[in-house]
């Protein structure tokens, strides 16, 4: 079974630093992008940022309103793609998903989501 | 940037079939995609590449795209489609949202 798995979400401080995981197992992730989406309380799906892959020479793009806070890694090898975020703030609170994709018989890109990581942003 | 437009809201009574229309710019180049997000649950992936299912996904769900709008359609609908559904798409760039649209049955 193809799966994603973050975690690392946490209480935080406002100012502080957290590190966010997302694993995929059941299948390689290499050759595909992987996003990062938030969903604060009661609101919709929030795009954060995304990493391609190597061929693409991991380009990474984010979310103009994050002021540059976040960045995303992957490590292929672990299959793994991280997100750091710093001088977090109180409105960064938020379930985030990992989200990246397979391709199908005929080459189409299906989409896989993860379950979310909450992370919380308080004093 | 693309912006993606839902309905805030659509109501049924069981059986009956809803519709979820997406309207926007990006459509007309990229293709759409639905997500249903049940209360306290992560998104799942209802249709890819404008109408088609992933497995395990019903044939009563099915999707369309004409060119600026994209609709879900859920036939028969079921108590358990209540919940929340999103169109997406992806650019070059980045993953563009609708709000999001709550689905009730009742």
């Known amino acids: 079974e193809m799966l994603l798995v973050e975690s690392g979400g946490a209480l935080v401080q406002p100012g502080g630093s957290l590190r966010l995981s997302c694993a995929a197992s059941g299948f390689g992730f290499s050759d595909s992008a992987v996003h990062w989406v938030r969903q604060a309380s009661g609101k919709g799906l929030e795009w954060v940022g995304r990493?391609?892959?190597?061929?693409?020479?991991?380009?990474?793009i984010y979310d103009v309103s994050l002021e540059g806070r976040f960045t995303i890694f992957r490590d292929d090898s672990k299959n793994t793609a991280d997100l750091f975020m710093r001088s977090l703030k109180a409105e960064d609170t938020a379930v985030y998903y990992c989200s990246t994709y397979f391709f199908d018989s005929s080459g189409y890109k299906v989409d896989l989501w993860g379950q979310g990581t909450q992370v919380t942003v308080s004093s | 940037s693309y912006e993606l437009t839902q309905p805030s809201s659509v109501s049924v009574s069981p059986g009956q079939t809803a519709r979820i229309n997406c309207s926007g710019d990006?459509?007309?180049?990229?293709?759409s995609r639905w997500l249903q997000q049940r209360p306290g649950q992560a998104p799942k992936l209802l249709i890819y590449k404008d109408s088609e299912r992933p497995s395990g996904i019903p044939e009563r769900i099915s999707g369309a795209n004409s060119r600026t709008t994209a609709t879900l359609t859920i036939s028969g609908a079921q108590v358990e489609d209540e919940g929340d559904y999103y169109c997406?798409?992806?650019?070059?760039?980045?993953?563009?949202f609708g709000g999001g649209t709550k689905l009730t049955v009742l």
């Open positions: 990493i391609k892959s190597k061929a693409n020479n991991y380009a990474t």
């Open positions: 997406y798409s992806a650019t070059d760039n980045d993953l563009v």
């Open positions: 990006v459509l007309a180049e990229k293709y």
